[in-house]
């Protein structure tokens, strides 16, 4: 635990190399990474916050923004002395790269941006996510929990793998309502990232589940595309939490990107 920026962040350094910070999704925490620092801290240091509001960090009240959690991971870094990292984000922690790389894209060797588009919300999503926000405080997370496992897990999974369903709602239902009305409303009024991605030089790997309704492969198509040195994976049969679902072909592609760097 270090204090950043005003709150406590919880976070997890494991291993010894060239270092890695994978930042999660909403309205998830730093476990949801679990498979990838056993398969990757062998060789790598790999650094996995709880951003505040979530897992075992500090809920402090919003509002929230991309910016400030960006900021959250940079006093972060500087108390772990790490000048340079390989970023990588999950959908919601996607959003947070995308932040990172604008104000201190110096630290960054590499991105990895994994079920997540560079793409602002529409008004209409943006409506729904503030509609959301004030479900979670007036009703709790288990609400919110209930309506974003569909969207999160193939249905295959959902039907048939009890202990990633488990897993996943554990970590939502222990997201604070300060913490997920925060993320809600700083996915709400972040910037547009499209315009930027031609400027992103560093190597980036692209990776997406095949079966993504969250975030399409399509969006995973375009940052490919517009990216200067990007890679794209898509990950047959895996949605949202493709990293979770099929975490050893997902290890293989995390794996041969960072030693191709």
Request: a negative charge; aromatic letters at 4%.
């Amino acid at each position: 635990m270090v204090r950043v920026n005003g709150v406590n962040l919880a976070y997890l350094d494991e291993g010894r190399g060239d270092p890695i910070i994978l930042v999660h999704g909403f309205p998830l925490d730093g476990t949801m990474w679990d498979e990838q620092v056993r398969a990757l801290s062998g060789n790598h240091r790999v650094i996995v916050p709880d951003l505040r509001g979530h897992g075992a960090s500090e809920s402090i009240a919003g509002p929230y923004s991309m910016d400030m959690l960006a900021d959250d991971l940079n006093a972060l870094l500087d108390h772990l002395d790490v000048e340079e990292v390989t970023l990588g984000g999950f959908s919601m922690g996607g959003y947070v790269a995308f932040a990172f790389y604008r104000k201190y894209k110096k630290r960054v060797k590499a991105i990895i941006l994994a079920s997540t588009r560079p793409q602002p919300d529409s008004a209409r999503a943006a409506e729904g996510r503030e509609s959301m926000a004030l479900r979670a405080e007036s009703e709790g997370q288990d609400i919110i929990a209930t309506a974003l496992l569909p969207r999160l897990l193939t249905p295959e999974t959902l039907e048939n793998r009890s202990d990633i369903v488990a897993q996943v709602r554990g970590m939502m239902t222990k997201v604070s309502v300060e913490g997920m009305a925060g993320d809600l409303r700083a996915m709400a009024t972040r910037v547009d990232s499209t315009e930027n991605l031609g400027q992103m030089t560093a190597p980036t790997l692209v990776i997406v589940g095949e079966e993504d309704v969250l975030t399409p492969p399509a969006d995973s198509e375009l940052m490919a595309r517009e990216l200067p040195d990007a890679s794209l994976q898509i990950i047959p049969g895996g949605g949202h939490l493709v990293n979770i679902e099929n975490p050893d072909t997902y290890n293989f592609q995390l794996l041969a990107f960072l030693e191709s760097i």
